[in-house]
């Protein structure tokens, strides 16, 4: 495996998520306490959504929504069971919440759900007018050369690796998952809760970019960095994890799509960025490295730079 080998990177799509969405608080387009009922109030389910008339932008970007998580519920497991070829809608995978009892008071418990980050991907529609991943393209991936990351929102994607899940997975799907970058279950179904398939030389370069402080304003990136506590040394803010570590504070998010997992970690005290990859499922039976992994990493590489200075 190479660090240019290209996966589906799983959730790590919603820091893109994220940023574009800051990216339209700093040009006065949206407001992160403004409730979300003004771009989506007119949706003929929307007021069916737990907590709908008190959801903010930022309950939705820091998952203190309340709005249960549709990648968990078991009628949307067995919809995929059913047919792993079918994408299904934006507003299917949003229909698999609707009417559900609220999981807290919108401000007041982490709750993480893809589905937050569905109803993020629509609002960015709504203000732009644009497809979310044209607006993607334009705004991040061409400007910053992220010339190795792309889009799921095709069958078959150019350049991504073999992908391998245990046999007794949810999802009942093969223990190959991917063969000649056609995965069995379409990629589309993420949309902007994670949505795309990178090199893990792309992601340490985008969590370089955009957590040292070279995609959003100060004032936002201080925003995105500012966490609701969710355990023991860990925060989330809007769209990043924020751990503490033995090498002080590091930033950044996990990403999980069957067969294959990523994780990438910005530590701003060195200002370095480190980016693993593994074409298995973090959540099975492989041993994978995941967040440990990359501290490992980072701290090797620290190493070196102290050595020879």
Known sequence: MRASDR??????????????MLKLVEEGKASLDEKISYWLGDKPWFGRLP????????????????????????????AVKKDPNDAQTHERLIGYVLDKPPLAPVGTKFAYADTNYILIGLIIEKITGKSYYSVLEQQILQPLHLNDTLSSDQRVMPGV??????????????AKVCTNGRDVLNPAIEWTGGGLASTAGDLARWGWLLLGGRVLKEASLKEMLTGVEIGPGIKYGLGIGIVDTRLGPAYGHNGEFPGFGSTLMYFPRYRISVAVQVNTDPEGKAKTPGREGAIDLAEIIVEHIQAHK
Do not use: C, W
């Open 161 to 174: 690796v073999s992908g391998y899940i245990d046999s007794d997975n949810p999802f009942g799907l093969p």
């Open 51 to 78: 907590n709908a008339k008190q959801i903010t932008l930022r309950s939705l970007l820091n998952h203190t929504s309340g709005i249960p998580n549709h990648a968990e519920d078991k009628e949307f497991f067995e």
């Open 7 to 20: 996966m589906f990177s799983g959730s790590i799509g919603k820091t893109y998520v994220a940023a574009l």
